[in-house]
């Protein structure tokens, strides 16, 4: 089993829905990041987060430290938001923290 | 200035090349990182850098070289690669390295799309 398990792995939206990708992950960690990967493209950084909720745009993201999950939802979606999404935490293992990579999700917004 | 550059931006190599990825960032930060992404697949830890010393090397096959010349350069210089190494070669860097309970966010750069025939 992973230790960073996103879901769903897939998923196509209508532009204008509202999106939810979660993510629960089974090792203690110091933070956690959501990612936004364009096809081919490098990696960006939406939020990072060690508790409570964060906002950017039409962007939040939520983290319960006891359940050890984490959401990102999406308002509005707009077909450029099709991407991979992907969680990430910041795990501390010997010398340093180092990121654990959920395995991705796969965001289609149709127009 | 918060952008993390890499170049090439796609380099196809033979495996009797010897050839150099670069990384730059000029955001004053001392942790820098080597990923490498294979298709459809997570980012795999390569190297990390602190205050310019190699402090964590995964395990990675001695055909890779890290290299970093000072406080804003990251190299990579590969030689003798195998088919099996083509991927997307991200840089990333952070304030710092986080020790326990520490918490620096890290920044990535667009990538090198590396193929090797």
């Known amino acids: 089993k992973n230790e960073v398990e996103q879901s769903p792995q897939n998923l196509t939206a209508q532009e204008g829905e509202f999106i939810t990708i979660n993510c629960s992950y089974s090792v203690g960690i110091s933070a956690l990041h959501w990612l936004q990967q364009h096809p081919g493209g490098g990696i960006v950084s939406l939020f990072m987060?060690?508790?409570g909720k964060k906002k950017h745009g039409r962007l939040i993201a939520t983290i319960n430290i006891q359940e050890k999950h984490s959401s990102l939802h999406i308002t509005a979606s707009h077909p450029r938001d099709s991407a991979v999404y992907i969680c990430a935490v910041l795990n501390y293992g010997g010398a340093t923290n180092k990121l654990i990579f959920g395995t991705g999700t796969l965001l289609a917004v149709q127009p | 200035d918060t952008e993390v550059t890499q170049t090439p931006k796609h380099l196809v190599m033979g495996m009797t090349n010897k050839k150099s990825l670069k990384c730059e960032q000029h955001?004053?930060?001392?942790?820098m990182y080597w990923y490498k992404q294979k298709a459809k697949k997570p980012p795999e830890l390569m190297f990390v850098y602190s205050y310019e010393k190699l402090s964590i090397n995964e395990s990675v096959p001695s055909r890779f070289s890290p290299e970093c010349p000072n406080s804003s350069l990251l190299n990579l210089h590969l030689h003798a690669l195998q088919p099996e190494d083509s991927a997307l070669y991200l840089c990333?860097?952070?304030?710092?390295?986080?020790?326990?309970?520490?918490?620096?966010?890290?920044?990535f750069g667009p990538g090198t799309r590396l193929t090797v025939t």
């Open positions: 990333a860097s952070s304030q710092e390295t986080p020790g326990y309970g520490e918490i620096y966010e890290q920044y």
């Open positions: 987060l060690s508790s």
């Open positions: 955001m004053g930060h001392r942790a």
